[in-house]
């Protein structure tokens, strides 16, 4: 591997790796923000003109969704729409499924869908994951569409990859989020509307059995344009009308206000996105470098609970860490602190509901790497990048002060770790504070 990429998209995360044979790997490509750092550029004219264009000339381009937030997936799709061939395989995550074969995921989407107006917050994430298959089907090209999860493993530029999460068939749901498809389907199973609810139970379950169907064909499939795939998303798309069409009935029957109002609840939707944030793909190497010079670890945007339940998984020395979820107090790991590592990669930036990055970050004496400053506690508190007092390992054996770079100083374009902070303004080293310099 040549270079990472960490490309600047506000509050949201892009990162590219690109490989020996000019060749690029995209994990994720969204935002959170309309429009790029306070200008007057759309974001999706933003990935058009700067992020595809980047890296138009790549002999192959491959891209991984680590979930279907919409601050990691929007630009797959104003990528996709602009130039359906331009990735040649897409990898999703597989779907998130119980001990007991339940997709909740999947079965609180089709709540949203059925009880809420697309305008509303709780649906808006849930069709993307339920017509991915379809969007791809319509809008890519690629040759694979292949759902990953526990234990699987991929390649790209000669290396080989290992799936950490979702565990696929024993996914550890929390309580909270258990709780309330328990309490919907209560809600459900209560009303004297009995045969529109054996309706919706019985499209429901047709809709998670197909989709996960869908899942495993597409593993199984040598192209994506197969046609027994065609058939599967068409049975979807079939389910789904269905239950759109049942939808102006159930919105009637006499605990409709009751769901409607528990689906729009603060709580319901936070138990909701942790739960999709959890089911994030999270990955690494296959095998662990002794040195950890090729070691990298990818976190999504995955929980501190799924990352405990990971801490055997991890190796003890990593050139790069991903932080989970855009560095954000809420989402801070204490397991991954524990792990020695040089480089940190914090994808932030300013978003109403987004958190500030948290000032433990600055403990940690890995060299970080941060698309935004803008909630950065530590440089509020310091006007001082926390790197600058840290010593990089990728520029003499022993290591030295991170202002010795040579791109940190403008005597190089290149970094000696390979690792860039991209954007159309710019294309910079490690430092948050880079124009106070």
């Not at 002060?401 to 970094?415: A, F, Q, V």
Request: hydrophobic residues 35%; neutral net charge.
């Amino acid at each position: 591997m040549l270079f990472i990429d960490i490309v600047d998209v506000g509050y949201g995360e892009c990162i590219v790796f690109e490989g020996e044979k000019n060749e690029i790997f995209m994990v994720d490509c969204g935002s959170m923000n309309l429009f790029f750092k306070n200008s007057s550029i759309k974001f999706k004219d933003y990935v058009s003109s700067f992020i595809a264009h980047r890296y138009k000339d790549a002999q192959e381009k491959s891209f991984l969704l680590t979930h279907f937030h919409k601050d990691h997936f929007c630009g797959l799709k104003y990528i996709l729409k602009k130039e359906n061939n331009y990735f040649s395989k897409i990898y999703i995550p597989y779907p998130a499924i119980n001990k007991d074969g339940r997709a909740l995921l999947l079965e609180m989407s089709l709540y949203a869908f059925s009880f809420l107006k697309r305008q509303q917050t709780c649906t808006n994430m849930s069709i993307t994951a339920m017509f991915i298959f379809d969007f791809l089907w319509k809008n890519s090209n690629a040759k694979k569409v292949f759902p990953l999860k526990r234990d699987d493993i991929f390649e790209f530029s000669k290396a080989n990859f290992k799936v950490l999460n979702p565990f696929a068939d024993s996914f550890p749901f929390s309580a909270d989020f258990v709780a309330d498809v328990e309490y919907l389907d209560n809600l459900l199973n209560s009303s004297e509307d009995t045969l529109l609810i054996s309706e919706f139970f019985y499209l429901r379950d047709l809709f998670c059995k197909e989709y996960i169907s869908c899942n495993n064909l597409c593993r199984e499939c040598e192209s994506f344009r197969d046609e027994c795939i065609q058939e599967k998303i068409k049975k979807l798309n079939f389910y789904a009308a269905e239950l759109n069409k049942l939808s102006k009935e159930l919105i009637c029957i006499d605990a409709a206000d009751e769901i409607i109002s528990f689906l729009n609840n603060e709580r319901t939707r936070m138990n909701y996105s942790i739960a999709q944030n959890s089911s994030s793909l999270v990955f690494q190497n296959e095998k662990e470098s002794p040195s950890g010079l090729m070691n990298i670890l990818m976190t999504g945007d995955a929980t501190d609970v799924i990352l405990n339940l990971l801490e055997n998984d991890f190796f003890s020395k990593y050139n790069i860490i991903k932080a989970p979820h855009h560095g954000t107090n809420v989402y801070w790991s204490e397991t991954l602190n524990k792990i020695n590592c040089a480089h940190m990669i914090i994808s932030n930036g300013s978003y109403y509901a987004g958190g500030k990055i948290s000032e433990k970050y600055s403990r940690n004496q890995a060299v970080k790497h941060c698309t935004g400053s803008e909630t950065c506690e530590y440089l509020a508190k310091n006007e001082s990048c926390c790197n600058r007092l840290l010593f990089c390992n990728d520029l003499k054996k022993n290591g030295d002060l991170t202002s010795r770079c040579k791109k940190i100083l403008g005597i190089s374009e290149k970094n000696n770790c390979g690792i860039y902070l991209v954007s159309m303004s710019q294309d910079r080293g490690c430092y948050c504070d880079f124009n106070k310099r």
